[in-house]
Structure formats: C-alpha cells, structure tokens
C-alpha cells in the first residue's frame, strides 16, 4: 500500500472555449517525496493543481489518490481534504481580523461550543516539529506574509492532509522567508508527507525538488530527476536556449539629465511610525537605480509616495525639474510617470474586465472623441500590446483574472511602458511570480525603456534581477537609504548593508552614488 502513488493525474484535458489549459496531461506523484511542475506562465501547472483539489473540475481524464479512483464529476475540495489532500494557495485563504489559531482552527472546530485548546496544542505540536512557529494569538493582519502562510499549512495539516499542494509558494516571499519554507517542505517529507509545488524559481526547485515535471501549453513535455541543471530546465519549459539579459556596462557614464530628484523624503506608516525617513536620491535619464532591501524596510511605502498614491510626511520630489510633492497620481502621469506597482490585484489590475479595459486603464482619453470611445484605435491598441509582450491568450476581451499571474504582469508592463512621453518609471517587483521566459521578456522591455532616456526606479527582492539590471544599487534598512553602491559589490557587503551590520569600508561604499 505504501507503493502507491500518492496522487496521480492522468490523461487530464480542461478547456475554456478553444483554450486547452491542460491536455492529455499525465503526472505520478511519489508517496513522502516533493515533486516539482514548472513551465511558462499559462502553461497549465495551477490548472492541474487545482483539478487534483477539485476547485476545476477536468473535461477528461482519471483522478486517483492513493489507489483510489475518484469520480471526477464530484469530486470537490471537501472530497479532497477528506482523501488527505490539502491546498495552500498563492493568495491566501485567511481572514485578517481573526487571529492566527482561530484561523487555523477553521474548518476543524465542532459542536456548538468553541474550544481552542486542542487546536492550540496541535498548533504548538506542529510548530515545534516542522520548525513552523508563529504566535498563535497575533491577528493575522499583523502578521508578515511568510507568517501568514506558515498558518496557511498549519491549517492545511490540522484538516489531516498527507499530501500538500502549494501553488507558486515562494512568489511573495523575501529571500530569508523563501530559506524558512523550503526547510519546511524538506521537514514535511522528512516526516512522510508528500509535497506538491508549483513554481517558476528553477534554483528553488533544484534545490528541493525529488522529481521534476516540465509543462509546456497544457502538456507534459519533459521530466528530470533531482540534479539536472536550470538550463536544461529552462529549455523545456520554453523550447529554446535563454540569453541572460544583463545591463551593458558603462551606461551610466553616458547620463546626463535628472529626471527624477528626491530629497529628505519621509512617509508614514501604521501606527504613525516613519516608514520611509529622510531618503535622498536622484535618478538620470536613460539610467536604473535598483532598490535592494528585506521587505518591510520601507520600500513598499517609497514606490506608493513616489508614485502619489500615499501621503509623504515631509520632503520633497521633482520630476524633470518640476516639483510634484503634492501632485496627484493623474498629474505625475501627464507629466511622463509609470508606475508598475508591488501588488498588481489590488493596484494593478481590474480582474473583472478585460485585456482591453485594462491595457487603456487610466488613459481612456487617448482613445475618445467627445463622448465616443474610438473602439477600432483601442481594438489596435491592445492587439499591438498583446503581441509585443507575448501575453497569451492574445484576446483582447479576455478578462484580466483569466490570466495566469505572469501574463497579468506583462499586461500592467505593457500599459505603463506604452504611455506616451514616458520619463520616469516607477517599477516594484516586476517579475514576481513569473516564469523565466517572461522574465527574459520584461527586463529586456525595461533595459530598452533605460535605452529610450527613461529614468527608472527598480525595486526588487530578487538580488540577481538587480544585479543584472542596476546601473546603481541603493540598499534600504529601517526606512533608510543606507548605501548606494555599484551593482557588482560582493555579496558580503551587499547582506550586511540589507540586514544593518556594520562592515568595514561601508561608508566610503556608501557615498559613491549618491545623486
């Protein structure tokens, strides 16, 4: 009985209309293993997912877990936590006014009175075993989102799940919260269970991954044992050979003209603390300025004000010469600003209209006349967007939540770098959740957009986007530009920068690009 498979997906087909998001798609997972899916955004790994959960219900295909075949007509979550399956999804399921234990005990409570106890001591059980602790008592508003999805799996194994499904885990996480859950997938497997991850970051998989699928447009196209090599990855999930896209060194000596000039800003945030405190920094024309930082260092709170959306507490920000402290966000935009932001769902995108709607957000006016919008100008319009960033499926009445997250960011990408007079970009975690093919695509839009004369403000916790892209690299810690550094400085520094140490030569380092 142990030999069984722990789940297996077989010959599964799920349409929407002429799109097969899965087909013919076969995977056996291996009982007590982590077993990795990667492939392209919109290649169909969450569909599969899903479907195994029973949230998609398959055209065609068998579903068997453990042995057992499940009818694919009913089969639903419910059916699938009580098979011993269990789903953390890429948005967590939480409600933020409850506390971390009154979440976790949701779905598992009975009677008609509540008693948290035996949750609360399964909670520390578990804490303790799969070095997942969290204060039980924090609201989960309170909470950082490795914590919150740490009480995501809590939630999950309460329910009694033997086989976990994790859908793009580390996409919102920083680098030390992506170290923590990968020691919690490697504990889970450790103690038998069976993990399930979809994920677009190939050195993650590479590091944890037991097996490896490859899907390509809906289909299994390739699987690897642990030890193969991210390009050899990589090649099966888009079908060709990646070019690295990297910064031409030298660039910067070519700028001239500030664009975007900041000084003494300082933005609040909860509770009235300072999240941003007197940042100083210029940015030029045709140049990048990465921002590195663990989150919640005041990076969030910086793109918002730069971008308008937050009120600054005191300083002042000129864009090409003109004061826009005060601006409005509409005003900045007149004035040549872009602004792709951390969080596309809640600032980004509106998930319940369409490609079209969304790719002429905020610049309907190009496409009036009077009263009447122009609908062969923005049919054009978006057509030319679609095809230009690859953004599948290239149908403009598709609606945005449709979308896979990678082809949603390309789409927020596409309206911003296509604003007319573009001058300053303010660009927060561009290729979070995204797949290596689209990323090749988005920093090569954003090093053309430098080559333009654009001015951009590059915020990122991936360290090797910055590298790859900065022509400077400043370093935030408690709300504080620290440093400004060269993007070629060691990793040493760089951590020691990022966490608050003091290392030697910091402050020579520090002063080298200040403007």
């Not at 924090?138 to 995501?152: C, F, K, Y």
């Amino acid at each position: 009985m142990n030999d069984l498979p722990a789940l297996e997906l077989l010959q599964i087909t799920k349409r929407y209309g002429a799109l097969a998001a899965n087909h013919n798609a076969t995977v056996r997972i291996k009982r007590g293993s982590i077993h990795a899916i990667v492939g392209e955004n919109g290649a169909g790994k969450s569909t599969l997912l899903k479907i195994a959960y029973g949230s998609v219900r398959a055209d065609s295909g068998r579903i068997v877990i453990r042995g057992k075949d499940i009818e694919r007509d009913h089969h639903a979550p419910r059916q699938a936590i009580l098979q011993g399956l269990g789903m953390v999804h890429q948005h967590f399921m939480l409600v933020p006014t409850l506390t971390a234990l009154e979440n976790a005990a949701l779905g598992v409570e009975g009677g008609f009175l509540l008693d948290l106890a035996p949750t609360r001591r399964a909670v520390a059980e578990l804490g303790e075993s799969l070095c997942l602790g969290v204060d039980p008592d924090r609201l989960v508003s309170e909470l950082s989102i490795g914590e919150q999805q740490r009480v995501e799996i809590l939630k999950t194994l309460l329910r009694g799940a033997d086989t976990l499904l994790l859908d793009e885990p580390t996409a919102v996480l920083s680098p030390p919260e992506v170290k923590d859950l990968l020691r919690v997938m490697r504990a889970l497997a450790e103690k038998g269970k069976t993990v399930i991850l979809v994920s677009h970051r190939l050195d993650e998989v590479q590091a944890i991954a037991d097996r490896i699928t490859v899907m390509r447009r809906g289909e299994v196209v390739a699987e690897f044992d642990q030890g193969v090599t991210s390009q050899v990855i990589a090649r099966a999930m888009v079908g060709r050979d990646l070019v690295p896209v990297r910064r031409e060194p030298g660039h910067e000596e070519r700028t001239t003209e500030i664009l975007l000039e900041v000084k003494d800003l300082s933005v609040s945030g909860r509770g009235g603390t300072n999240a941003v405190r007197r940042v100083s920094f210029s940015v030029r024309a045709g140049e990048i300025f990465g921002i590195a930082g663990v989150q919640g260092n005041g990076q969030s709170e910086l793109v918002l004000a730069l971008a308008g959306l937050i009120p600054q507490r005191s300083g002042a920000v000129h864009l090409g010469g003109e004061e826009i402290t005060r601006a409005t966000p509409r005003r900045r935009m007149e004035l040549g600003m872009a602004h792709v932001p951390g969080d596309r769902h809640k600032r980004g995108l509106l998930l319940d209209a369409s490609l079209l709607e969304n790719l002429i957000l905020g610049r309907q006016h190009e496409f009036s006349s009077g009263w009447r919008m122009d609908k062969g100008k923005m049919a054009a319009f978006a057509a030319a967007r679609l095809t230009e960033l690859d953004i599948r499926p290239a149908h403009p009445e598709t609606l945005a939540g449709a979308l896979s997250g990678g082809n949603q960011q390309k789409v927020v990408l596409a309206r911003e770098l296509s604003r007319s007079g573009l001058r300053v970009l303010i660009c927060a975690e561009p290729t979070r959740g995204v797949d290596v093919g689209a990323t090749e695509v988005i920093h090569r839009q954003l090093l053309t957009a430098r080559d333009r004369g654009v001015a951009v403000v590059l915020v990122s916790s991936e360290l090797s986007e910055l590298r790859a892209l900065s022509d400077r690299l400043g370093v935030m810690f408690r709300g504080e530009l620290c440093a400004v550094l060269p993007p070629g400085v060691d990793d040493d520094t760089l951590g020691a920068f990022m966490t608050g140490a003091r290392v030697k030569g910091a402050s020579e380092a520090a002063e080298g690009g200040s403007t």
